[in-house]
């Protein structure tokens, strides 16, 4: 999925929270993002409960969580962070070197935003953090289609797509449809002839019909619901 999301203001500081059982790998990654202007590291976190806390206490726009962690793992943690009263806002960017298809399904239906492996460079991981933490979605490129592909396949063939997809208009259908073949708003907005204003309504009356905590989400339900297939 290629969401090319535009940056907060410039006037704006994301917040980030690191979460990572690797001291060494939270101070790389936070001497990198202390040279951003835009960005501002506001916690560290050893294991997924202390990640809870910490936003729980520091309300970050993003939090980088690693998956493998003590106490909690990452998963879990982003589960929590994301059925937390307050926390609504704050986006999980899933950063692991474990490239793992059943992880990575399992993070979005726990409620991360975006994706990354810790291969990546440090432009990309910059480039994430701004795509997630201004709304959007973002996976690793080598991993999307095969990740939905697979497992939706296998974990929710039985459910009833049609029943889900009833409180849609026809128009909320056709943008989620391009919502799980990666297109942006204003991609939509070309595909639809619609500004790219409309299609973001579009898309964000989709997410409330449908319970979806982002765009990320909006592609799975795509996938899962029949909407999209692999092959499209």
Do not use: W
């Not at 202390?50 to 990452?74: N, Q």
């Not at 396949?153 to 797509?161: D, F, Q, V, W, Y």
Request: proline fraction near 3%; hydrophobic fraction near 50%.
């Amino acid at each position: 999925m290629n969401a090319a999301a535009a940056s907060p203001s410039t006037n704006a500081q994301i917040k980030v929270l690191l979460a990572d059982d690797e001291g060494l790998v939270r101070s790389g990654f936070k001497v990198l993002l202390d040279l951003e202007d835009d960005i501002t590291v506001v916690g560290e976190a050893t294991n997924g409960a202390e990640a809870v806390e910490r936003a729980r206490a520091a309300r970050p726009d993003v939090v980088v969580m690693d998956i493998r962690m003590p106490k909690l793992d990452g998963i879990q943690a982003t589960a929590q962070i994301a059925e937390t009263h307050g926390l609504e806002q704050v986006r999980v960017l899933i950063l692991t070197t474990y490239d793992t298809d059943e992880y990575v399904f399992d993070a979005l239906q726990a409620g991360a935003s975006g994706f990354l492996l810790k291969d990546a460079g440090p432009a990309e991981l910059l480039h994430a953090i701004r795509v997630v933490a201004a709304g959007d979605a973002l996976l690793a490129p080598r991993i999307t289609r095969r990740l939905i592909g697979q497992f939706t396949a296998l974990r929710t063939a039985a459910r009833a797509g049609e029943d889900r997809l009833a409180v849609l208009t026809e128009r909320e259908r056709e943008v989620l449809a391009l919502v799980g073949r990666g297109l942006s708003n204003h991609e939509i907005g070309a595909e639809l002839f619609l500004s790219p204003a409309t299609a973001r309504t579009h898309v964000s009356r989709a997410m409330a019909k449908l319970g979806a905590r982002d765009r990320a989400q909006l592609v799975v339900i795509a996938y899962q619901t029949g909407l999209v297939s692999p092959a499209m």
